[in-house]
């Protein structure tokens, strides 16, 4: 009997400790009732933005200041809400999270990444101001990313439309790499959007990834 006391407690230890190992940092934020953690979770179960590759996306920073106030990003509402195609978003701003327990989310969510996404593939030098000029014809006229998109005007006022989510502060928010992959190949990051697939050359994809890249707002204005 107490040989077999010695292997029920191994074994219970062994699974607190398997358990531990499996637990998240976030476990019991709430972040898995709308957003998706893992490539694995029901697509059900998606009513905000995957967050499996937010390592990828999100800059930390950005992320923590965000949580701690949160402010509206898709006007219209994410594209699973019943309301979408109405205009009404369904939800208000994200939950907002002390100090600590942003700073927690935040590092957790950046260990979240797609394996064998490629990085290093656009440095973050800015455009020249000619080249800025070239690629905001881009963004706005050619492939007419500020139709569903805010952008920034001369004035520094956001404008755009407002069924995507806004790229007022991109620069702040979002990975160079990231873009890249994301004009290349949004399927990789979601099964189904209303992201159009272009088939862009090197040089105009590189543009338009620092010309969003360039539309940044002051920290205190992070979130919005």
Known sequence: MKGL?????????????????????????GCEACHRLSVD??????KAPDLFYAGDKLRKEWVERFLQR?????????????????????????LALGEADAKKAAGHLATLKLPGLETGLVDEEPLSK????????????DYGCIACHEGINLAGQARGGVSGPSL???????????????????????????????????ETLTRLTKYILSLKKEPDEWAH
């Open 130 to 141: 000619v080249g800025r000029v070239k690629a905001k014809i881009l963004f706005e006229r």
């Open 41 to 46: 979770a029901p697509l059900e179960n998606r």
């Open 5 to 29: 006391g010695y292997v029920w407690l191994t074994a219970f230890l062994i699974a607190r400790l398997a358990a531990a190992a499996q637990a998240s940092p976030i476990d019991g934020m």
């Open 168 to 202: 007022a502060g991109a620069g702040n928010r979002l990975k160079g790499d990231w873009i890249v992959h994301w004009l290349k190949t949004p399927e990789r990051f979601i099964d189904k959007s209303r992201m159009p697939v272009y088939r862009l050359d090197a």
């Open 70 to 94: 949160p402010v509206v990003l898709r006007k219209a509402g994410f594209f699973t809400a019943p309301g979408f195609l109405s205009g009404d978003p369904g939800a208000g701003p994200h």
